[in-house]
């Protein structure tokens, strides 16, 4: 399950952070297949565009200019593209953008949005319903998991039981669930900056 989480949030940072392009990679794109669709934003100045090339590849460009006019020399370079406005919330809505919990409603892929959700409500589940947990009470649990989002990789990093013996949670357990949510944001958020380098 921690696995499943890693992969939908490492996805997440690929899109949130595409890769800078050109009019001619997304040329590339269109003719080779690998997009068909180009999501744009714009202030009637400046266009910047978004497309998905692959599974794990999001890039993007800044046109200057208006939106009919990078449309069309979108047409005239890479044939046939549908244009869709971009939703600058993911669309996940005000509150999404404000707790990190919500990331998976951003996901582009719904094969791992079903997959992240689904992990995420299993454990929320096991919080609420399981007395036996080694770090933190499940209250605890439970309230860093909706507040960090990062919370849902410590706890399943640090609360899976052994099979021989169960250790009950001692006192300072909120702290030592705090720290290791910090280390377990610390760690993602450099996971994403070597991939991110990486498929850059």
Same mark, same amino acid.
């Given at each position: 399950m921690l696995a499943g989480l890693v992969v939908s949030f490492l996805a997440f940072t690929l899109e949130l952070f595409p890769?800078? $392009?050109?009019?001619?990679?997304l040329s590339d794109d269109v003719h080779a297949g690998r997009t068909s669709v180009v999501r744009i934003d714009s202030d009637?100045?400046?266009? %910047?565009?978004? %497309?998905?090339?692959?599974?794990?590849?999001?890039?993007?460009?800044?046109?200057?200019?208006? /939106?009919?006019?990078f449309e069309s020399q979108v047409g005239r370079q890479a044939g046939t593209v549908r244009f869709e406005a971009e939703d600058a919330a993911g669309g996940m809505g005000g509150l999404g953008l404000l707790l990190l919990s919500a990331y998976p409603l951003a996901l582009g $892929?719904? %094969?791992?949005?079903?997959?992240?959700?689904?992990?995420?409500?299993?454990?929320?589940?096991?919080?609420l319903t399981d007395a036996r947990h080694r770090v933190a009470t499940g209250p605890a649990w439970l309230l860093?998991?909706?507040?960090?989002?990062?919370?849902f990789f410590a706890y399943l990093w640090t609360e899976p039981e052994p099979l021989l013996?169960?250790? /009950?949670?001692? /006192?300072?357990?909120?702290?030592?669930?705090?720290?290791a949510t910090a280390t377990a944001a610390l760690l993602l958020a450099a996971s994403g900056w070597l991939l991110r380098s990486a498929v850059g």
């Amino acid at each position: 399950m921690l696995a499943g989480l890693v992969v939908s949030f490492l996805a997440f940072t690929l899109e949130l952070f595409p890769l800078p $392009s050109g009019m001619g990679q997304l040329s590339d794109d269109v003719h080779a297949g690998r997009t068909s669709v180009v999501r744009i934003d714009s202030d009637g100045r400046t266009v %910047w565009a978004r %497309w998905s090339a692959g599974p794990l590849t999001e890039r993007s460009l800044t046109y200057g200019g208006d /939106p009919a006019a990078f449309e069309s020399q979108v047409g005239r370079q890479a044939g046939t593209v549908r244009f869709e406005a971009e939703d600058a919330a993911g669309g996940m809505g005000g509150l999404g953008l404000l707790l990190l919990s919500a990331y998976p409603l951003a996901l582009g $892929s719904l %094969w791992l949005r079903i997959l992240a959700c689904g992990i995420g409500l299993a454990v929320v589940v096991r919080c609420l319903t399981d007395a036996r947990h080694r770090v933190a009470t499940g209250p605890a649990w439970l309230l860093i998991c909706l507040l960090t989002g990062f919370g849902f990789f410590a706890y399943l990093w640090t609360e899976p039981e052994p099979l021989l013996r169960h250790r /009950p949670a001692g /006192p300072g357990g909120s702290l030592r669930a705090l720290l290791a949510t910090a280390t377990a944001a610390l760690l993602l958020a450099a996971s994403g900056w070597l991939l991110r380098s990486a498929v850059g």
